[in-house]
């Protein structure tokens, strides 16, 4: 683990004020919706709202430390501030990061442009700058994003679910936003845990007519999530069952993000007594979790169009990728409500922030 980023103040630099006018001017010049701080320590709060003006500015960081008298209403700027504590994630990440929060919390459109400052090279001083469209960069999933998950399913099994769950979370039915569960995996173990809610849509089918991969089963299970119930769906894409209730058994050992319904809470308890893998699209938001072991390992956010994948070749491939997102910048050129945002602690997998919003709180057991 990294060791923990320096708390003591750092006074106001002629670099730092170089940066923000560089920041400053990329926002005009693209019209940009926010402009992002990424703190590693407290600084002159007063001075850096001064060198932004009027513009919408978030703050985020990885310690209550970091970002002392930034969301101070009474006595400071009273910033929107992110609490992140991803103290030992690399910088793309920790800006990833803080963006989803920023959108689940409604401080940004999806759509949003964003120009972000954060250290890129010397631990502590701002160094580099960005100009981030967020419906590019929060609809760009690799590969990689589910090869953190450890499991036995197929790969393209997953990631076509995943794609029909951002799908429903987007599009709603009908032009209302519904809510479901799809539990992948371990199937026969998920159906002990289940039994039918009334009516399952997909009995009696030939297997061959209930693939998740076959486009007229994918409008088919888009119609069926407006039921109650959740989808049960074998490793390799076949649909088992629909309809069901979960009745998974508890476990003391889970802990959720508040706000999170009993569709996420049957997600955690039904992956934590199977190998099972759960997607679990929010009605609220459409937002997409995804569960392992219990636990939330990927969140996807809603997007206006459609979420891409693209294959790589190897680490390098990703770094690139990363680098490719920031503007370099070496040399030295030159207000809302307090809000503080945490996070769910990590685990084997990169985990979803927390939230505070109220997502599925009335949602059934079974989706």
């Given at each position: 683990m990294a060791p923990p980023r320096a708390t003591a103040p750092r006074r106001f630099t002629p670099q730092l004020e170089g940066f923000c006018a560089a920041a400053s001017g990329l926002a005009d010049q693209h019209s940009a919706d926010a402009i992002l701080f990424l703190a590693e320590r407290p600084i002159d709060w007063a001075k850096l709202q001064e060198a932004f003006g009027s513009r919408t500015l978030l703050v985020a960081a990885d310690s209550?430390?970091?970002?002392?008298?930034?969301?101070?209403?009474?006595?400071?700027?009273?910033?929107?501030?992110?609490?992140?504590?991803?103290?030992?994630?690399?910088?793309?990440?920790?800006?990833?990061?803080?963006?989803?929060?920023?959108?689940?919390?409604?401080?940004?459109?999806?759509?949003?442009?964003?120009?972000?400052?954060?250290?890129?090279?010397?631990?502590?001083?701002?160094?580099?700058?960005?100009?981030?469209?967020?419906?590019?960069?929060?609809?760009?999933?690799?590969?990689?994003?589910?090869?953190?998950?450890?499991?036995?399913?197929?790969?393209?099994?997953?990631?076509?679910?995943?794609?029909?769950?951002?799908?429903?979370?987007?599009?709603?039915?009908?032009?209302?936003?519904?809510?479901?569960?799809?539990?992948?995996?371990?199937?026969?173990?998920?159906?002990?845990?289940?039994?039918?809610?009334?009516?399952?849509?997909?009995?009696?089918?030939?297997?061959?007519?209930?693939?998740?991969?076959?486009?007229?089963?994918?409008?088919?299970?888009?119609?069926?999530?407006?039921m109650d119930g959740a989808f049960i769906i074998s490793a390799n894409g076949t649909v088992v069952a629909a309809a069901q209730h979960i009745t998974a058994p508890a476990s003391t050992d889970i802990t959720l993000s508040k706000g999170l319904g009993a569709r996420h809470w049957t997600a955690a308890q039904i992956t934590k007594a199977t190998e099972a893998i759960a997607v679990a699209v929010s009605s609220s938001g459409g937002t997409v979790r995804v569960f392992q072991g219990g636990e939330v390992v990927l969140r996807i956010e809603p997007l206006e169009r459609a979420m891409t994948w693209r294959e790589f070749e190897s680490e390098h491939d990703g770094d690139k990728e990363k680098a490719a997102a920031t503007a370099d910048a070496k040399k030295p050129t030159e207000k809302k409500a307090s809000k503080v945002r945490s996070k769910t602690p990590r685990g084997k997998a990169a985990k979803a922030a927390a939230e505070t919003k109220p997502d599925d709180a009335a949602a059934d057991a079974g989706g």
């Open positions: 209550e430390d970091q970002l002392a008298g930034a969301h101070d209403d009474d006595n400071g700027p009273g910033f929107d501030t992110i609490l992140l504590g991803m103290n030992d994630a690399p910088v793309f990440e920790r800006l990833t990061q803080a963006l989803l929060e920023a959108v689940a919390d409604e401080l940004l459109e999806p759509g949003s442009k964003v120009v972000t400052l954060y250290s890129s090279y010397d631990p502590g001083v701002i160094d580099s700058l960005s100009l981030i469209h967020l419906d590019e960069h929060l609809g760009r999933l690799t590969v990689r994003d589910l090869r953190r998950i450890e499991t036995k399913i197929p790969m393209e099994t997953i990631r076509a679910v995943i794609d029909l769950a951002v799908e429903i979370g987007r599009e709603g039915r009908e032009g209302k936003p519904i809510g479901t569960l799809m539990v992948v995996g371990d199937h026969k173990r998920t159906l002990e845990l289940s039994k039918p809610m009334g009516f399952d849509p997909v009995k009696g089918y030939p297997a061959s007519e209930r693939s998740i991969s076959d486009a007229k089963v994918r409008d088919g299970v888009k119609e069926i999530a407006q």
